[in-house]
């Protein structure tokens, strides 16, 4: 695959190189400096080959991504010098002759990436790590996906799920095209799942959006029987994985899931380093969180149900601005959610109102709002009253809050018991 803009991979890369000083890079070893000048190397090869026949933006990106990869590479700097203008060449022969000559670089640089990946994946800054191999598949997929292949069966026979679901994760959003080869690779994801997230909370890439979770799969799960999803959502803290942690403690019922929303928290601003998002990814979405969010989760639910036999519907509860995305599924998809606990938490209003009346009837929603929490009296009182009436004047007949002693807290206990019972389990 050969591309002609940079990818989002290349451009984190760079953020990361001009932010030094902010975002601890990985360390580089004396062989991890030799894979960056190999593939520096092979993408000034790949810009000769498009200045030549005049695409120079992307030879300009490609000698810019080099420079990032070493600084000091004179042959990258000086060929971008030269470089009359930044525009490509619409001319079809021109584009053909290109494609043509830079394939057998852009192989061998994508190869690079994958060995550096491999070089560096257990540093502690995986951003940028696993941006390297995404990179690899922007460059040229079909080279990173034998590289995966290779690697995921090496590793899985040494029994190291926890590399194998690392790698796996990130190259299911690059499907080989081989039937037969993803459906094994997805039957081994979910083993490593299966596996690992009974001790800690796994951090999972959607397949078909770009909303990241945590999931937490219940101890005895398999995927033989249905499982009810619990979805927890957290407040403005964003801590994510800690709220998945704390639902799953003690877990043997639900399939626990925490996405990594916007809508939660009160800014986004610089706040990167609470989420598995780049800040340009953050800044993208400030301004509308929930056409997000709303959307993440509805492909968050779609993927558990199809690897880890989820079911239809939802629990779900929101802590404090948890409580937002909490209120907006009652609201406007009461037809997925069999219980909704908002525990201290925020209500902004309701976007749109479903028309199901049977839905509406069906679905509890069941508060709890601790006593002495200091934004009870100041605003989360007069937001439950707001959405007690919008719900009663819509058609909701199983609303009710409790207050419970305790100050602005996540109410992980009650939300558990309501679920159980509106799911017909026995503890």
Same mark, same amino acid.
């Given at each position: 695959m050969i591309l002609a803009r940079f990818g989002s991979a290349v451009l984190l890369l760079l953020a990361l190189s001009l932010h030094a000083g902010v975002v601890a890079q990985p360390a580089d070893t004396s062989s991890s400096t030799k894979l960056k000048q190999a593939i520096a190397k092979e993408l000034v090869s790949a810009a000769d080959a498009a200045s030549d026949n005049g695409q120079n933006a992307t030879a300009a990106e490609f000698l810019n991504e080099a420079l990032v990869l070493v600084p000091e590479d004179r042959k &990258? &700097?000086?060929?971008?010098?030269?470089?009359?203008?930044?525009?490509?060449?619409e001319d079809a022969d021109a584009v053909a002759k290109y494609e043509k000559k830079v394939n057998k670089a852009l192989k061998k640089a994508a190869n690079g990436y994958c060995q550096l990946f491999s070089e560096l994946i257990t540093d502690k800054d995986r951003t940028t790590v696993n941006a390297w191999l995404a990179r690899a598949f922007e460059l040229h997929a079909e080279t990173a996906n034998d590289w995966v292949e290779s690697e995921y069966r090496t590793l899985y026979g040494k029994k190291d799920f926890g590399e194998v679901y690392r790698l796996l994760n990130l190259a299911?959003?690059?499907?080989?095209?081989?039937?037969?080869?993803?459906?094994?690779r997805e039957s081994v994801l979910t083993e490593c799942v299966a596996d690992l997230s009974v001790r800690s909370p796994l951090l999972m890439q959607c397949r078909?959006?770009?909303?990241n979770y945590y999931i937490s799969l219940p101890a005895g799960w398999t995927k033989d029987k249905e499982w009810p999803i619990y979805v927890t959502q957290e407040g403005a803290g964003s801590n994510f994985q800690g709220m998945n942690r704390a639902a799953a403690k003690g877990n043997k019922e639900f399939i626990i899931?925490?996405?990594?929303?916007?809508?939660?928290t009160n800014s986004l601003d610089g706040q990167a380093k609470k989420y598995p998002y780049t800040q340009e990814f953050l800044d993208e979405w400030s301004g509308n969180r929930l056409a997000f969010d709303e959307p993440g989760l509805l492909a968050v639910m779609k993927e558990v149900r199809e690897l880890y036999n989820g079911t239809e519907k939802i629990?779900?509860?929101?802590?404090?601005?948890?409580?937002?995305?909490?209120?907006?599924?009652?609201?406007?998809?009461?037809?997925?959610?069999?219980? &909704?606990?908002?525990a201290c938490g925020n209500f902004a209003g309701a976007q749109e109102i479903s028309d199901d009346a049977e839905a509406k009837k069906k679905i509890i929603v069941h508060a709890?709002?601790?006593?002495?929490?200091?934004?009870?009296?100041?605003?989360?009182?007069?937001q439950w009253e707001s959405a007690l009436k919008l719900a009663k004047d819509n058609g909701y007949e199983n609303v009710s809050r409790d207050i419970i002693p305790g100050g602005h807290i996540a109410c992980h206990q009650q939300a558990r018991e309501v679920f159980l019972k509106a799911c017909g389990i026995e503890e």
């Amino acid at each position: 695959m050969i591309l002609a803009r940079f990818g989002s991979a290349v451009l984190l890369l760079l953020a990361l190189s001009l932010h030094a000083g902010v975002v601890a890079q990985p360390a580089d070893t004396s062989s991890s400096t030799k894979l960056k000048q190999a593939i520096a190397k092979e993408l000034v090869s790949a810009a000769d080959a498009a200045s030549d026949n005049g695409q120079n933006a992307t030879a300009a990106e490609f000698l810019n991504e080099a420079l990032v990869l070493v600084p000091e590479d004179r042959k &990258a &700097a000086k060929a971008l010098e030269k470089l009359d203008n930044e525009q490509n060449s619409e001319d079809a022969d021109a584009v053909a002759k290109y494609e043509k000559k830079v394939n057998k670089a852009l192989k061998k640089a994508a190869n690079g990436y994958c060995q550096l990946f491999s070089e560096l994946i257990t540093d502690k800054d995986r951003t940028t790590v696993n941006a390297w191999l995404a990179r690899a598949f922007e460059l040229h997929a079909e080279t990173a996906n034998d590289w995966v292949e290779s690697e995921y069966r090496t590793l899985y026979g040494k029994k190291d799920f926890g590399e194998v679901y690392r790698l796996l994760n990130l190259a299911q959003l690059h499907p080989t095209g081989d039937e037969k080869k993803d459906v094994a690779r997805e039957s081994v994801l979910t083993e490593c799942v299966a596996d690992l997230s009974v001790r800690s909370p796994l951090l999972m890439q959607c397949r078909d959006h770009d909303m990241n979770y945590y999931i937490s799969l219940p101890a005895g799960w398999t995927k033989d029987k249905e499982w009810p999803i619990y979805v927890t959502q957290e407040g403005a803290g964003s801590n994510f994985q800690g709220m998945n942690r704390a639902a799953a403690k003690g877990n043997k019922e639900f399939i626990i899931i925490t996405c990594c929303t916007f809508s939660n928290t009160n800014s986004l601003d610089g706040q990167a380093k609470k989420y598995p998002y780049t800040q340009e990814f953050l800044d993208e979405w400030s301004g509308n969180r929930l056409a997000f969010d709303e959307p993440g989760l509805l492909a968050v639910m779609k993927e558990v149900r199809e690897l880890y036999n989820g079911t239809e519907k939802i629990c779900i509860t929101g802590y404090s601005g948890g409580g937002i995305l909490t209120w907006h599924m009652v609201f406007k998809h009461p037809d997925k959610v069999i219980a &909704a606990v908002p525990a201290c938490g925020n209500f902004a209003g309701a976007q749109e109102i479903s028309d199901d009346a049977e839905a509406k009837k069906k679905i509890i929603v069941h508060a709890y709002q601790g006593e002495k929490d200091q934004h009870k009296e100041t605003m989360l009182d007069a937001q439950w009253e707001s959405a007690l009436k919008l719900a009663k004047d819509n058609g909701y007949e199983n609303v009710s809050r409790d207050i419970i002693p305790g100050g602005h807290i996540a109410c992980h206990q009650q939300a558990r018991e309501v679920f159980l019972k509106a799911c017909g389990i026995e503890e």
